[in-house]
C-alpha cells in the first residue's frame, strides 16, 4: 500500500474527506490523486496537522495506525536569533524604502512649486521691465 492509499485509509478510518484533509493541511487537491508519493516537506505538514497519524505505519508499514496524542506533542517552532534578525531587517528595509518614496515625492512637489515661483518672478521681472 502507498502513502497515499493509507493517508485515504486513514480519512476514511477517521470519517473525513479528501477534501477536508486538503483544507487543513493545505496541500493540493490532487496531492492523493497524483502519482508522485509525498515529499518530506508534504509528510511533514501531514504530521503537524495529524497528531494521531502514525509515521512510522505511514512511511514505514510498521505499528500500527494510530497513535497517541499523548506521546507526540506538536512541536513548538523557535524562532532562531537568525530569523528574528531577517525578519526585523526585512521589516527595516520596507519602512526606509517607504520612507525613501515620500522624500521623493515630497522633493517632486518641492521642485513643482520652486519652478513655478521662479517662472513666476521671472514674469514679473521682464513685464516690469517692458512697461
Do not use: C
Not at 100 to 119: Q, W
Amino acid at each position: 500500500m502507498t502513502s497515499k492509499e493509507k493517508i485515504l485509509k486513514y480519512l476514511d478510518f477517521k470519517g473525513l474527506t479528501a477534501y477536508q484533509f486538503q483544507k487543513k493541511t493545505g496541500l493540493s487537491n490532487g496531492v492523493l490523486k497524483s502519482g508522485k508519493d509525498f515529499g518530506v516537506d508534504k509528510v511533514k505538514t501531514i504530521r503537524d496537522n495529524y497528531l494521531d497519524l502514525s509515521m512510522d505505519w505511514l512511511l514505514f508499514d510498521e505499528g500500527e495506525m494510530i497513535v497517541s496524542t499523548e506521546t507526540k506533542p506538536k512541536k513548538e517552532k523557535k524562532s532562531t536569533d537568525y530569523e528574528n534578525y531577517k525578519t526585523f531587517t526585512e521589516h527595516n528595509f520596507v519602512a526606509v524604502n517607504n520612507k525613501v518614496d515620500n522624500l521623493s515625492n515630497d522633493f517632486a512637489k518641492f521642485k513643482e512649486g520652486f519652478l513655478e515661483l521662479i517662472e513666476e518672478k521671472l514674469e514679473k521681472a521682464i513685464k516690469n521691465k517692458k512697461v
